[in-house]
């Protein structure tokens, strides 16, 4: 299926569009064969829910109809462009000052803050600088920290209702979707701001996005099937969109150590993954109407 022109990607980074790449679609996992994780002491196969749709593995260049569907215009904002940057060096070196690679787990990398507070504090004042600049100066706030075991085809999950002594083979990963609450619907994704996420790992990792709206989505939907009567909502738009449309591309980004992609996450299906690497994946994200 070809691609659409819809979110768009403004791309500061040194590499250019070398990072970005494309596939054909997406699979139900129950078909796709999944990679096994080993890390530290760890080694199991991942479980998704059962209605997790994860992308094909038949990643490729972008052809130049591609790349243009995909370059940003004029009218950039919080809600159509996934912007792509890196840290300045200074907040680089207080990153690696802090020697948060090589943790084990989330409390590793927390415990590496609250040891060392100066550092931490510096770090603080120069992470607020950069992210004051990328937001013009309107409000955000920290989300989380968030850390991923290596060789996931996606990282995102829901933890709620798992008891306190879980371990990560009983985590379940939700694949391909799109963030939502209480407080959105498929009518007003785009007016909950987007995210940025600053890679900390030690290795790259990869963010995924299909490059449709909420609205782009619900409409290609409307052509297919009664949405009123499939009761389709911001809730499950995901699922039913990949099972009628699972030809419709993935998009790629490869995000090195210390770079950082702004995205809509509320108004896109997306995932992050950590194929190929072995080292834990750490991402520092905040929430607010970034752009670069």
């Not at 997406?26 to 994780?37: A, E, F, N, P, S």
């Not at 159509?80 to 912007?83: A, H, P, Q």
């Not at 949405?227 to 699922?239: A, C, E, H, L, M």
């Not at 607010?288 to 670069?292: A, H, P, V």
């Given at each position: 299926m070809k691609l659409k022109k819809g979110i768009v990607i403004d791309n500061q980074l040194p590499g250019g569009y070398e990072e970005v790449q494309i596939n054909s679609g997406?699979?139900?996992?129950?078909?796709?064969?999944?990679?096994?994780?080993n890390f530290e002491e760890f080694k199991y196969i991942p479980q998704f829910e059962d209605d997790a749709y994860v992308p094909r593995p038949d990643w490729r260049s972008l052809a130049p109809q591609e790349l243009a569907c995909l370059l940003s215009n004029e009218n950039l904002n919080d809600h159509?462009?996934?912007?792509l940057g890196e840290i300045p060096q200074k907040l680089k070196d207080s990153f690696q000052d802090l020697a948060l690679t090589g943790s084990k787990d989330r409390d590793d990398v927390y415990e590496k803050l609250s040891r060392q507070v100066k550092k931490t504090k510096e770090l603080n004042l120069n992470l607020n600088i950069l992210l004051s600049q990328l937001s013009d100066n309107k409000p955000f706030h920290f989300h989380c920290i968030g850390t991923n075991f290596p060789?996931?085809?996606?990282v995102a999950c829901n933890l709620y209702g798992l008891p306190h002594n879980y371990k990560p083979q009983d985590i379940k990963y939700m694949g391909m979707h799109n963030d939502s609450s209480v407080h959105t619907s498929i009518q007003t994704a785009h007016k909950f701001g987007n995210r940025i996420a600053i890679n900390l790992g030690a290795e790259s990792r990869s963010f995924l996005f299909v490059n449709l709206s909420m609205k782009q989505a619900?409409?290609?939907?409307k052509r297919k099937i009664d949405?009123?009567?499939?009761?389709?909502?911001?809730?499950?738009?995901?699922?039913i969109f990949f099972e009628h449309f699972p030809d419709y591309p993935v998009i790629r980004i490869?995000?090195?150590p210390y770079q950082y992609y702004i995205a809509p996450t509320d108004n896109c299906f997306h995932d992050g993954s950590t194929i190929g690497n072995t080292n834990l994946d750490i991402t520092m994200i905040f929430l607010?109407?970034?752009?670069?």
């Open positions: 997406t699979i139900g996992y129950v078909d796709r064969t999944l990679q096994k994780v159509n462009t996934v912007y060789n996931l085809e996606t619900l409409n290609m939907l949405v009123n009567q499939q009761g389709v909502n911001i809730t499950n738009i995901s699922r490869q995000q090195k607010g109407r970034f752009s670069n």
